[in-house]
């Protein structure tokens, strides 16, 4: 039975990451090298979601945003695939009906499609090195986008940017909701947080976590504060503490997701698969679009609870929704799932990628030696 530990990243970073389970990558837009500079055309395709994996009601416009200004580059799909073409005059929009069954990694059909902003998609940008600064988004009315940084993906060696997650305006995790929770804390207990979010970014963990205890003795409902508490508590050791704070935090608003997160993960730790399947569907249930990380640990679980179907559906998601590669793990788990289907040829796909994105990982040894195994059943002739 495979068992893969990883740490869950967290806004405080550094502390959580130096808990007692070793870190198996480093991030990735440290791993990946930036995109070259070409004078070619370069054609970037990729897809626009809903937070349920369905297409976008309406086209979606995509648009690069480069120093803070927006060019408008064309449109989705019905399916809400799109194709975008640098370096040349002309912008890709597919038609929103012609192209349905188009495949996120195929190029579709271009035509001709200038910018809204009346300047030629792609002029200048990949000549001065514009592009590596720029972030593709969708824009639809009602809705608001994931922005896909370009500078981190190889976009000369793979085109698909993967999928831009977008949600309705106001859903829950959307950070400019204020909640009745939030609302309702006091403003010395705030001020503490506050206080102790500044010590952390400049790595002074004692004292932020000083005014963190006194954060929660101020005001016991604090969810936020016994959060971040736990991470601390478990960064040092503390695993126990850290479960109880994240328990008080679940308790004290039962819609913080990063609580269920942190739970998760120190269910994982412990090998308590059915715990970390519970944890993590009622996380995706509040919010299925900002944390796939939460699909590669449900992913895990149902792997080691033998539900290898619901487990290669998890992974899929996990990764249409990091199309950055920050978690290179979800690559590793796709390879292991394709092999147990008996899929040699994605497996080898998937482990490559991984050990792209992660060569100095812990168990990059154990990658390449399932890679070594996969390409070797992938040679043998099939069975007559």
Not at 30 to 50: C, D
Not at 185 to 199: D, G, H, S, T, W
Not at 232 to 252: C, I, K, P, T, Y
Request: hydrophobic share 45%; charged share 20%; glycine share 6%.
């Amino acid at each position: 039975m495979l068992v893969l530990l990883l740490a869950a990243l967290s806004p405080f970073g550094a502390a959580w990451s130096q808990a007692p389970p070793p870190a198996t990558s480093q991030a990735a837009n440290e791993a990946l090298a930036p995109l070259a500079v070409t004078q070619a055309p370069v054609l970037l395709t990729g897809r626009v979601l809903l937070e349920n994996g369905s297409p976008p009601p309406d086209p979606a416009k995509i648009e690069l945003v480069c120093n803070s200004i927006a060019h408008s580059e064309g449109f989705t799909d019905a399916q809400g695939y799109f194709g975008i073409q640098f370096g040349s005059t002309a912008a890709v929009s597919q038609d929103a009906d012609e192209h349905d069954r188009l495949s996120p990694s195929v190029a579709a059909p271009t035509q001709t499609a200038p910018s809204g902003n009346g300047v030629e998609a792609g002029a200048s940008i990949t000549s001065d090195k514009k592009l590596l600064d720029c972030d593709l988004r969708a824009v639809l009315t009602g809705y608001r986008s994931q922005s896909v940084p370009l500078k981190t993906l190889h976009l000369m060696e793979n085109p698909d940017i993967g999928v831009i997650a977008i949600r309705p305006n106001g859903a829950q995790g959307d950070g400019a909701v204020v909640t009745a929770q939030s609302l309702a804390v006091p403003n010395q207990a705030r001020r503490l947080f506050e206080r102790a979010r500044a010590e952390l970014r400049t790595g002074r963990t004692d004292p932020a976590k000083l005014n963190l205890e006194k954060a929660v003795a101020i005001y016991p409902e604090f969810a936020e504060a016994w959060c971040e508490l736990g991470k601390l508590q478990a960064a040092s050791g503390g695993l126990d503490a850290a479960h109880a704070s994240f328990e008080r935090a679940r308790h004290a608003d039962p819609n913080l997701v990063d609580a269920y997160l942190q739970l998760a993960t120190l269910a994982m730790w412990n090998r308590k698969w059915q715990e970390v399947a519970d944890l993590s569907a009622k996380a995706l249930d509040l919010d299925p679009v900002d944390y796939p990380q939460l699909f590669l640990y449900a992913a895990m679980a149902n792997y080691n609870l033998r539900k290898t179907e619901t487990a290669a559906r998890n992974i899929e998601r996990a990764r249409a929704l990091d199309s950055r590669h920050t978690f290179p793990e979800i690559e590793y788990m796709a390879g292991v799932i394709m092999a147990d289907r008996k899929d040699y040829a994605a497996a080898a796909a998937h482990l490559r990628v991984y050990l792209q994105l992660a060569p100095d990982a812990d168990d990059a040894g154990s990658a390449r030696s399932r890679l070594a195994e996969a390409e070797k059943m992938t040679a043998q002739p099939a069975a007559r």
